[in-house]
């Protein structure tokens, strides 16, 4: 059975939005599995992806969250959600080498494109800042690697 070997390479992306807030974030992959041996593009994968976001909020952002509740951990508000224009953005990327003694080495690369950002003013983070959620649209490919 194959498993990852190594992270090949990893870029942070960003986004600056257009209440002023920069937001960075990361992809990861956290697992690959062959789900099929012979396809068009070869092997094909089922790759577990995770995503996490470190935000940096604007000074007007931080005063729309004065004296409001803490939201509580794990809990999502249903209400209060605002989307936020996303202005400029760089893609978050990982790549990672898989190995597999029947099937060879793989470079499988991971590259996530933030779509959409929303943001709520009703409650704050544990942090004191404003929540954000961003969705994303993952990019997953991957390519033999031959002898180098």
Known sequence: MGKLKK?????????KLEDNTLIKFRAAVVDAVPSQEVSPFGVEFGVNIATGI???????????????????????????????????KDPAVEE??????KLGRYRIRV???PAM??????????????????????KITWEEITEE
């Open 111 to 113: 590259e996530f494109e």
């Open 7 to 15: 992270i090949l390479g990893v870029k942070w992306g960003t986004m």
């Open 96 to 101: 990672v080498e898989y190995e597999d003694s």
């Open 117 to 138: 950002v929303s943001k709520n003013t009703q409650v704050k983070t544990l942090s004191g800042e404003p929540l954000y959620m961003v969705r994303w649209a993952p």
């Open 54 to 88: 470190s935000v940096y909020p604007s000074q007007e952002s931080m005063r729309e969250v004065e004296g409001k509740p803490v939201a509580p951990p794990g809990v999502q508000p249903k209400e209060g959600w605002m989307r936020v224009k996303i202005l400029e």
